[in-house]
T-cell receptor
Framework: SQTIHQWPATLVQPVGSPLSLECTVE??????LYWYRQAAGRGLQLLFY??????ISSEVPQNLSASRPQDRQFILSSKKLLLSDSGFYLC?????????????FGEGSRLTVL | GNSVTQMEGPVTLSEEAFLTINCTYT??????LFWYVQYPGEGLQLLLK?????DKGSNKGFEATYRKETTSFHLEKGSVQVSDSAVYFC?????????????FGQGTTLQVKP
């Protein structure tokens, strides 16, 4: 069966520090991968998605970047965090070829920028 | 562009009450529709889905019917339990989307009191 893991689960970082959140999917190949952010009391905003290694699409201009160095690895990064980067970050995957389109989410990474 | 609108929360109900959470959408073509649930501190779990008009998705006593004429996908449950307390998200995937990304509503918090 397929699983998705995110880490770290919780992170407290000072303003101006770098960020690296990692997401790994197991049990499938060639997945589409996604990073969403959920700000406090708000819905989910799609940040990035990837349909293959090295292929990243950005949905909104921001202080963050994403990379996909391996087929089942998706990394969210920042060189200098802002207060507004605080939130709950969710990684998700879906089958590219089969399936009915639902996304499968990781457990989330809660980032607090102070 | 595609969008999803959910009723604002929080929705507070007593145990065994009837639940309706409204969801309407704007989309071109024939989108797929989803309901996700998020329990406190966790990621999102798929609750149910419908991929074409008049389909009814159901799971764990929850139901939602894809109504193209009213562009709606309202979530219902006949008798809620305290364990149903969570945030519920309505989402759509565009019918012509080859990226698989989901557009989410703002989420509706449900609180069920014993």
């Amino acid at each position: 069966s397929q699983t998705i893991h995110q880490w770290p689960a919780t992170l407290v970082q000072p303003v101006g520090s770098p960020l690296s959140l990692e997401c790994t999917v197991e049990g499938t190949s060639n997945p589409n991968l996604y990073w969403y952010r959920q700000a406090a009391g708000r819905g989910l905003q799609l940040l990035f998605y990837s349909v293959g290694i090295g292929q990243i699409s950005s949905e909104v201009p921001q202080n963050l970047s994403a990379s996909r160095p391996q087929d089942r690895q998706f990394i969210l990064s920042s060189k200098k965090l802002l207060l507004s980067d605080s939130g709950f970050y969710l990684c998700a995957w879906r089958m590219r070829v089969l399936g009915t389109g639902e996304l499968f989410f990781g457990e989330g990474s809660r980032l607090t920028v102070l | 562009g595609n969008s999803v609108t959910q009723m604002e929360g929080p929705v507070t109900l007593s145990e065994e009450a009837f639940l309706t959470i409204n969801c309407t959408y704007t989309a071109t073509g024939y989108p797929s529709l989803f309901w996700y649930v998020q329990y406190p501190g966790e990621g999102l779990q798929l609750l149910l889905k419908a991929t074409k008009a008049d389909d009814k998705g159901s799971n764990k006593g929850f139901e939602a019917t894809y109504r193209k004429e009213t562009t709606s996908f309202h979530l219902e449950k006949g008798s809620v339990q305290v364990s149903d307390s969570a945030v519920y998200f309505c989402a759509l995937r565009g019918g012509s989307s080859n990226t698989g990304k989901l557009i989410f509503g703002q989420g509706t918090t449900l609180q069920v009191k014993p």
